[in-house]
Nanobody, 119 residues
Framework: QVQLVESGGGLVQAGGSLRLSCAASGSFLSIDTMGWYRQAPGKQRELVAVITSGGSTNYADSVKGRVTISRDDVKNTVYLQMHSLRPEDTAVYYC?????????????WGQGTQVTVSS
């Protein structure tokens, strides 16, 4: 079993910055892809950014240039640094990891952290 603990959400004014963190713990051999998704009220969950074990990244068009995803494989932690936040970035942000266990890959979600951007 894998546990994900997210932190860093909160209320920020438009134009401000936040850094989200998600630490993974539990029984696994390695972590493959790590990512952040978000879900605004009344909308479907959408990809924000992902980073592979090799360090390749992919971002949603809506956040490119404003968001940086990174990972610390010693701490089993993924980060999402967000700048120039906009009211439309308001959502619950979820961490997602793909871990390699004995003989298979498993996908896990964090509990979500609220990000609210005021205009």
């Amino acid at each position: 079993q894998v546990q994900l603990v997210e932190s860093g959400g909160g209320l920020v004014q438009a134009g401000g910055s936040l850094r989200l963190s998600c630490a993974a713990s539990g029984s696994f051999l390695s972590i493959d892809t790590m990512g952040w998704y978000r879900q605004a009220p009344g909308k479907q969950r959408e990809l924000v950014a992902v980073i592979t074990s090799g360090g390749s990244t992919n971002y949603a068009d809506s956040v490119k240039g404003r968001v940086t995803i990174s990972r610390d494989d010693v701490k089993n932690t993924v980060y999402l640094q967000m700048h120039s936040l906009r009211p439309e970035d308001t959502a619950v942000y979820y961490c997602n990891v793909l871990v390699r266990t004995w003989g298979k890959f498993d996908n896990y979600w964090g509990q979500g952290t609220q990000v609210t951007v005021s205009s």
